[in-house]
Structure formats: C-alpha cells, structure tokens
C-alpha cells in the first residue's frame, strides 16, 4: 500500500511562501492498494493535484470522504478524472437522515457556487453512504466510524495485507473528557486505529492554542498523542495543520512532538508532521516502530 | 473490540461536567455510565460499581412511589424512554446510601440516531427545585 499526501492544511487553503514545505492544501490522501487500485481519501484542495498526476488513467477510483466540510470537498469540481466520460468514480461519505450524500455534495456543485452540476458531470460518478460494516475495494478492507467532529463525520481503516492506514483528519476525542483517564472503548476512533500501520491524525492545534477552540473539532498536541500513545499506532502522522501555522511555526511544532513523544516513551522517528507530497510504503509486513507503552 | 456509539461516548462526556445526577445506558438497557453527581447520591462512584445490568440498576437507588412501594423496572422513565422511543418524566423518592430519601424528579429520553437507538439518559433533580439545587422563592 503506498500513501501520498496531497493536502495537509485544514480550514481554507493557506498557499504562500510561509507554506511551501508543509504545503498549504486542504485535505486529500492518495492511496494505491496492493492491486493497484486507487482510492482518495478527502477531496480538499489537493486533490487537484492528485487528479493531474494520474494523468488519463484510472478509469474507476474511490473518494472517501470523512465529511463534507468544504475543506474537505472543494476540490472535487476540480479533478480531472470527473470531466472524464470513460472514469468511473464511486464517492463514499457519512449518512445523513437530511439528504443523500448525492444532495448534499451537490449543495456545493450547483450554482451559484459552481459553474456545473453533479448531473453534467461527464464522469459516471455514484455515490454511496459509507456501511457501518466493513466492505471491500480491491485487496482491502475498509472500516469507518464516527468520530468526534462537528457535523457527522467518520474515520476510515484501511486494511491491506497485513498493513493498515486508520486517517482521522478532524477529530476531537479529547472534548470533554480525560484520555488518559477513559476505557478503551469509550474513545472515539479508538477501534479503527488500534495497532494500525500508519496512523494519520488531526494535529491542528498546540496546547496553548486550545482553550480558545475547544468544541471546535480538532486536537491539542497532548490529545492527539494521548490518542496515538493508547492506540498502539505504529507510526503518526500529524495532520490538517492549521492555516494560521507557518512552516517555520511547524517545524517548532514538529520538534515539540517529537521529544513528547519520546518522554512519552515512544520512539522520536515514528511521529511527524504531514508535508504536502510525502510519500510512505507500508509493506506487507511492516516492521513495529516502538511506541510508548 | 468495538467502539462504543459516538453519540453514547459524547453523552458520557456532557454528562461529565454537569452538576445534575446523570444516568446513562445502551440501547440492551445496560447501566453503562453515571456522573459524579449521580455517584454522591448514591454514595458510590461509578468506577466502584462495575457494569450494571439491565435489571439491576434501578435498585441501586430504590425507587419507590408515593405510597413507599418500589417502582418496577419497567416503570422506570429511563426503561419507557428506551424502549418507546419517547421521552418520560415522573417523580418518586430514592435512598441514597445513608439511607436518607428523597423526592425527586426524573427526565429520561432516548438517545435517537441514524443507527436506532443507542440507549438513553436519565437526569435527575430534588423535587421542587429550580434545577439548580436552590429551592424556589
């Protein structure tokens, strides 16, 4: 399984020369499952990047979207593969008892907002509400659940092989609770990042940023590891950076987490900050970095 | 292992930080969490207790009706909120550990999602009461 990031940033695109190494597009992970198949997971801003890198091919790929925050679909107007009759593109997202995911993607793919609508779209898209059981695409298992955020919102696993990616962008387990002090169970996202290969993981905010967000749906750093150090990820990555963050402010960031996570007891190289373009293979068999007990 | 509703783990957490005695349970009608407050009535934390099962929770406090009979389980506003899918209120008297009883009043309602119900809360106030603990002028 090979993982790209396309768009790390939450909130709003943040282009700018502050945000040129950690990159300034909103959510979109490119996954290549064993097969070959393709699956992009969000489609914020960076999907439009994804979109023109895999040039006339595929012709049948999976968009899994967690919500529908506009950082996390503003780019779908924006892929090349949806103005393209001969692709085919299936779109997963959490059930609403308001509208099907088709209506309510489509509130943002209509005018006045966009200049087509879902029906022109030359691609044969279909869209499906994510299962609250597991189902397949290609080689791999696929597990969601809801998880902690404003608004419906999921968390994917990705089982491929004996490797997993769990992403959980937006993502707030710490509201109102303690997590060092709660069961396992009454973690959110807790089961479909347990153990996993590659944990990617809301990492918005500093500590000291965080009581003037708190409900807001995203993780203070000591959220965000207490979640990694419980789960038993392999390795995290920390995502959707807040746009207010520069890459010099992230590279402080970066280091700050690094030596909590080894105070923590967990190994410095298994935690990091997501960087537009980066780029993991999770093998077969990936070798266990060591995490903090 | 399973992760529990987000909507019970987000009850769990409002529940908390309220002031009230707060009961929650799954949609089996198993006691599955109570606040502090709910601990101090009771004269037990919740973490003391263990899992609770469905036909056992209402005696940790009684209840008994106005004529001091115990009220059945399936009485109990939590259970009829559970179960039907409506809210319930009612006003009994409890015994808290020291044996003291008190009248008071309960709010139940489900907890209703896409999924069905996942179970549902009970809140509890002294009987006569602005919500507050303060008695009404």
Known sequence: MKVKLWGTRGSIPAPGPETIRYGGNTSCVGVTLSDGSLLALDAGSGIRSLGLDLGPEPTRLHVLLTHLHLDHILGLAFFAPVFRPQTEIVIWGPASPDASLRDRIARYISAPLSPVEVRELPCDVSFRSAPDSEWEIGPARIRCASVSHRGPTLGYRIDDGDSSLTYIPDHEPGLGADLDRLEDDWISGFALARGTSLLIHDGQYTDAEYPDHIGWGHSPLRDSLAFARRTGAERTILFHHDPMHSDDFLDRFGVEAKERWAALGGDPAAIELAAERAEYELPVRAPRAAAPA | ?137
């Open chain 2, 1 to 137: 292992m399973t992760q529990r509703p987000l909507e019970l783990i987000l009850a769990r957490n409002l529940m908390s930080a309220l002031s009230t005695p707060a009961f929650l349970v799954d949609e089996g009608g198993i006691l599955v969490f109570y606040n502090e407050a709910a601990g101090m009535m009771l004269g037990k934390r919740f973490e003391e207790l263990g899992k609770v099962g469905a036909d056992e929770w209402g005696s940790l406090f009684g209840p008994f009706d106005e004529s001091g009979k115990p009220i059945p389980y399936d009485d109990l506003p939590l259970v009829t909120a559970v179960r039907s899918g409506r809210p319930a209120h009612a006003e009994y008297e409890i015994h808290s550990s020291d044996g003291a009883s008190h009248a008071v009043e309960v709010s139940a309602f489900p907890i209703l999602t896409a999924h069905g119900s996942q179970g549902g809360i009970a809140i509890f106030w002294p009987a006569g009461t602005n919500g507050n603990g303060a008695q009404p002028a």
